[in-house]
């Protein structure tokens, strides 16, 4: 599993606590300047839209289209964010 995380402080301390739970998932980093309230997990032909405001709520897409979409974007995401 790759995962993407906002580069704060709160983020790196959450990963410094939790090592032992994600040796098998890799993790990069994001510029703050990109932070957003929200999370996006890809699986299969699903996309899972997450938004973490004061009012929490999900949305699922099922779509193979949008899943392949979601996936390249995530990819090139992951090659611009840092160790």
């Given at each position: 599993?790759?995962?993407?995380?906002?580069?704060?402080?709160?983020?790196?301390?959450?990963?410094?606590?939790?090592?032992e739970?994600?040796?098998?998932?890799?993790?990069?980093?994001?510029?703050?300047?990109?932070?957003?309230?929200?999370?996006?997990?890809?699986?299969?032909?699903?996309v899972?839209?997450?938004?973490w405001?004061?009012?929490p709520?999900?949305?699922?897409?099922?779509?193979?289209?949008?899943?392949?979409?979601?996936?390249?974007?995530?990819?090139?995401?992951?090659?611009?964010a840092k160790?």
């Amino acid at each position: 599993m790759k995962i993407i995380y906002n580069n704060t402080k709160e983020a790196r301390e959450k990963i410094i606590g939790r090592t032992e739970s994600l040796k098998y998932v890799k993790y990069k980093f994001m510029p703050i300047t990109l932070e957003s309230p929200t999370a996006t997990i890809i699986y299969g032909n699903k996309v899972v839209q997450q938004s973490w405001t004061k009012e929490p709520f999900a949305v699922i897409i099922e779509n193979e289209e949008m899943a392949k979409n979601q996936k390249r974007y995530f990819e090139e995401l992951w090659k611009m964010a840092k160790q």
